[in-house]
């Protein structure tokens, strides 16, 4: 059985960036050092008791040598393909590992070694989620093949949720931003947004085959790669049994209220991922939320330009984070029993 440990007295309990001569280590150096995010470990952690760092007085996790090895060892089952939630009953039944070396300082973000995979042929992009680095470091093959097995590997190992919940759309904003500096990346970006565009599509099909309950438009204005924050707010919310009907143009107001009508539709939400330098898109969606009708969710980082909006129409500003809007819309017209 793995050892529950208790951080009773220390030299520097209350400093989270003990060095690793003391033989603990914080939790950035473990996710260097095993490409595993903080999501990730504290998921293993709370939900499955895998892993039981110490704590200092302040409440910082410190991992010893012997974590260490167990999470490399968790990421090694889980490219055998055992099951998350079976990975406890397999560790009790193997023998106690040797204790291990100190680990030296961790391989450098973005170099592909953090997570096993091989080194980056193209530009190194420094990034600080592991997971980012990976989907990054995939797009540089040029191939949405490598890309699509690099991140069904990463959703394996992290779950959906460690996926996505910062480190894609980390990925994406460090391709989108060395795009704008450097012309032979607007390629990695371009690949990236078409294999994540179609992964998504595919995802959000077979989601709402799951949905139940009211639908709800949802209009995901954009143009190519400024779409995908959208998309993965539609994903999210269709995973949490929420019926979204994807609109990807903004209709007139009359055919909103026509299509509201036929599909009894309780809202429709809106992920804006920008208006600032959309004066035509700006101007037809506050046309739209202008008019009176069901009330409207809207999300994204334009989202906030339409609070000062004066409309009939109820509208509500949800978290910018994809993942949170959803859950917020999601338990907004779901109810908290079915988000």
């Known amino acids: 059985m793995y050892k529950c440990y208790t951080l009773v007295h ?56 012997e974590d260490i090895v167990r999470i490399k060892r968790i990421l090694a089952l889980l490219d055998e393909g055992v099951a998350v939630s079976q990975v406890s009953r397999v560790l009790e039944r193997e023998p106690r590992p040797a204790p291990a070396a100190p680990p030296h300082a961790g391989p450098r973000i973005g170099s592909g070694e953090a997570a096993g995979t091989a080194p980056n042929k193209g530009a190194a992009i420094p990034l600080q989620d592991p997971v980012a680095s ?93 779409r995908l924050a959208g998309m993965l707010f539609l994903l999210a919310s269709a995973r949490q ?17 026509q299509l509201t009508d036929r599909v009894a539709a309780p809202a429709i939400s809106v992920y804006l991922p920008s208006l600032s330098a959309q004066g035509i898109e700006r101007d037809r969606v506050r046309q739209l939320l202008g008019q009176d009708g069901v009330p409207c969710f809207a999300a994204g980082p334009g989202a906030r330009e339409l609070s000062p909006l004066q409309t009939d129409r109820r509208l509500s500003v949800l978290p910018e984070s994809p993942l949170e809007a959803a859950d917020v819309l999601t338990r907004a017209l779901l109810g908290p029993t079915r988000a």
């Open 134 to 226: 990976v989907l990054v470091e995939a797009s540089a093959e040029l191939s949405t093949v490598r890309l699509e097995r690099s991140y069904a590997r990463l959703v394996m190992r992290h779950g959906w949720e460690g996926v996505h919940e910062h480190a894609f759309l980390e990925a994406y904003d460090a391709l989108r931003e060395e795009a704008r500096r450097d012309p032979a990346a607007e390629a990695r970006l371009a690949v990236f947004a078409t294999w994540a565009t179609a992964s998504f599509a595919e995802q959000l099909r077979a989601a709402l085959l799951l949905c139940e309950g009211p639908t709800c438009p949802a209009l995901t204005p954009g143009n190519g790669h400024r």
């Open 10 to 65: 220390m030299s520097r309990p209350s400093d989270p960036d003990l060095p690793p001569s003391d033989g603990l280590f914080p939790i950035r150096h473990v996710c260097a050092e095993t490409g595993v995010n903080p999501v990730t470990l504290r998921a293993w952690e709370r939900r499955y008791g895998l892993i039981r760092p110490l704590r200092t007085p302040k409440g910082h996790r410190l991992y010893s040598t």
């Open 241 to 257: 049994g929420l019926r979204v009907l994807p609109l990807l143009d903004v209709v007139s107001p009359q055919a909103l209220q």
